[in-house]
């Protein structure tokens, strides 16, 4: 995230996320913690394939095409 003026930030996004980068201020808000305990679980530890860290997916629950490209719910 980087501020660009008073009044816009801009954000790295995912090349598959088909939005523009820059946010108007009114348009974020902080983020709220869960209080729902055990609500917020520790990150997954990463394995290395190919020098790269990744997280490894136990299985595959379901997968959709939406706007023309793959989505998966993963395990």
């Known amino acids: 995230?980087?501020?660009?003026?008073?009044?816009?930030?801009?954000?790295?996004?995912?090349?598959?996320?088909?939005?523009?980068?820059?946010?108007?201020?009114?348009?974020?808000?902080?983020?709220?913690?869960?209080?729902?305990p055990k609500r917020i679980h520790d990150p997954l530890p990463l394995i290395k394939v190919d020098g790269e860290h990744e997280h490894e997916v136990e299985d595959i629950l379901y997968s959709k095409i939406y706007d023309r490209q793959f989505q998966y719910l993963v395990h």
């Open 1 to 36: 995230m980087k501020q660009i003026n008073v009044m816009a930030f801009q954000f790295k996004l995912q090349g598959s996320m088909i939005i523009h980068h820059v946010f108007h201020v009114l348009l974020l808000e902080p983020c709220q913690m869960s209080t729902i």
